[in-house]
């Protein structure tokens, strides 16, 4: 399951099918001219708009530029017309979930919820994190005793996540913060 974790197929799936907001620590990603290299759309003078909320209703994430050509004091090229516009917000744009679910979907890397729901990974999630960013180096490597990587992996997930669980019961007496078990 681990191979391709980060697929478009797995971000649209987790969402469309099973109504999941997909927390997946991502490989490096290439936008698109229009974008700057962290996935924020520019504005029409080139400046880096600002995330304004996720719209899940229509599947779309909302930006706008919130009038950075006036507050960085750079002279500009042309006359931009959103800055006579009444609203503070200035132009206004949309990503669609559709082009691509892992670079717009419901919960893109600078997106508050990603950031609320990220420190709520497992422990496996958290500890190989970085194992996870570089693994050109282990992938083919990484065999113990003739268990391949993938194996190893689930090994130590389901090692961590028991960690996890008597760690959490210790902590809240709870079996699970999650399910409301009756054992």
């Known amino acids: 399951?681990?191979?391709?974790?980060?697929?478009?197929?797995?971000?649209?799936?987790?969402?469309?099918?099973?109504?999941?907001?997909?927390?997946?620590?991502?490989?490096?990603?290439?936008?698109?001219?229009?974008?700057?290299?962290?996935?924020?759309?520019?504005?029409?003078?080139?400046?880096?708009?600002?995330?304004?909320?996720?719209?899940?209703?229509?599947?779309?994430?909302?930006?706008?530029?919130?009038?950075?050509?006036?507050?960085?004091?750079?002279?500009?090229?042309?006359?931009?017309d959103y800055i006579k516009e009444q609203y503070n917000f200035g132009y206004t744009c949309h990503t669609y979930f559709e082009d691509g679910y892992r670079k717009y979907g419901p919960a893109v890397p600078h997106s508050l919820i990603y950031q609320k729901l990220k420190s709520l990974r497992t422990g496996i999630e958290r500890t190989f994190g970085l194992v996870k960013e570089n693994r050109y180096r282990m992938e083919i490597t990484n065999f113990y005793k003739g268990i391949d990587n993938v194996t190893i992996h689930a090994i130590e997930h389901d090692i961590v996540l028991t960690q996890d669980i008597i760690f959490d019961y210790m902590k809240s007496g709870k079996i699970s913060p999650v399910l409301n078990l009756n054992y």
């Open 1 to 80: 399951m681990n191979k391709g974790y980060d697929t478009e197929a797995i971000h649209h799936d987790i969402y469309e099918l099973f109504e999941i907001i997909p927390i997946i620590i991502r490989k490096e990603t290439v936008y698109p001219k229009g974008f700057t290299e962290d996935g924020y759309p520019l504005c029409p003078c080139g400046f880096p708009m600002k995330p304004r909320g996720i719209e899940y209703n229509q599947r779309r994430t909302k930006y706008a530029c919130f009038k950075l050509c006036i507050k960085s004091g750079q002279p500009l090229l042309f006359q931009c």
